[in-house]
């Protein structure tokens, strides 16, 4: 026989608003009685259905994971990383995972979803210069925080230390012996590219030295002229090619290959992020790690503590690995 609150309240001889508060924890009910009540559903193993709970909460129990509808395939495997993470600590909480495709082309899906009360909090998950889902967002009365730093200081937001970690690597190379470098860089529109840029310099200013901006180049992404940069840098001197994440590096493989280019004998090669976008690469190539996952997992806890009244922090997370591998040695 199925319980309800009705059957609970009669058989606990009590009203079932009792029943109702003692269940949602809100309202005022002696700790006697709101002990009473969750002994005994905890007893019969009584889950409210997602409707009752919501209407008892005034919450949805949905979280919108704002994922960018440009998203190339090779930039998945980031995004599917951090998905997990996220959709994995929101069931601790019992929440669901609403997915929103919204970037700077249009942000319908969003507006939809906040406006009509889809979901409780936003987790942003690529940081744009001048965006319209973080402009909109803070216009909006609800919860959300970005991943990456999105340079102001008024949006929440949770980021690994790409910089620092960027300038690590480049400092690890210097080390052991590679001081020209050609830096392939993504969109000037995406923050982390400037974050990862800050970096190389940073790694070349820390050993004294100063990185070629002859070598540096930016906008890379779906590049036509990508195989004709990489000649440029190589006939240039260029030791290194450095890439600021696993798609650029891929691209860069597979230009250099069909070149006739080898990696590492003729030019060396790294990425700023490791994905298993590149695990079955040959040579296997030096990236920098970062647990994605546990940046999603982070995401959700500090959301649900801002939605218990904390507010909300900004957190860089610094944990990251350099894989030295093949393609460097």
Excluded at 197 to 207: D, E, P, Y
Aim: aromatic residues 6%; glycine residues 6%; hydrophobic residues 40%.
């Amino acid at each position: 026989m199925g319980h309800t609150l009705d059957s609970i309240a009669k058989e606990l001889g009590l009203s079932k608003t009792t029943v109702s508060r003692a269940i949602s924890g809100k309202g005022r009910i002696s700790e006697e009685t709101r002990k009473k009540v969750n002994d005994y559903i905890k007893e019969i193993n009584y889950r409210p259905s997602a409707v009752a709970r919501s209407l008892a909460a005034n919450r949805t129990f949905n979280v919108g994971l704002v994922v960018p509808a440009d998203s190339a395939l090779g930039e998945m495997p980031y995004f599917q990383t951090l998905m997990t993470g996220v959709c994995d600590r929101a069931m601790d909480y019992d929440y669901d995972v609403l997915i929103i495709l919204a970037d700077n082309e249009g942000i319908t899906a969003l507006k939809h979803a906040v406006q009509n009360r889809k979901i409780d909090a936003v987790i942003v998950s690529r940081c744009e210069r001048d965006s319209k889902v973080i402009n909109f967002l803070k216009e909006s009365a609800i919860p959300y925080i970005v991943v990456g730093n999105p340079m102001d200081p008024v949006v929440p937001y949770v980021d690994h230390d790409n910089a620092g970690a960027a300038a690590r690597m480049i400092e690890t190379l210097i080390d052991a012996g590679v001081t020209r470098m050609a830096l392939i860089g993504g969109g000037e529109n995406i923050n982390v590219t400037h974050s990862r840029l800050q970096g190389f310099r940073n790694g070349f200013i820390n050993k004294g030295l100063k990185a070629d901006e002859s070598l540096i180049f930016l906008n890379m992404h779906k590049s036509e002229r990508l195989d004709s940069v990489l000649k440029g840098a190589l006939s240039e001197g260029a030791e290194c090619i450095v890439c600021m994440d696993d798609m650029l590096c891929n691209s860069v493989l597979n230009c250099l290959h069909n070149d006739g280019i080898l990696v590492p004998e003729d030019v060396k090669l790294c990425s700023f992020y490791d994905s298993n976008l590149l695990s079955t690469s040959k040579p296997s190539i030096t990236s920098l790690y970062f647990d994605a996952k546990k940046l999603g997992a982070q995401c959700i806890e500090i959301l649900m503590r801002n939605l218990e009244g904390e507010s909300i922090t900004n957190v860089i997370v610094k944990d990251f690995n350099i894989q030295m591998r093949d393609s460097t040695t």
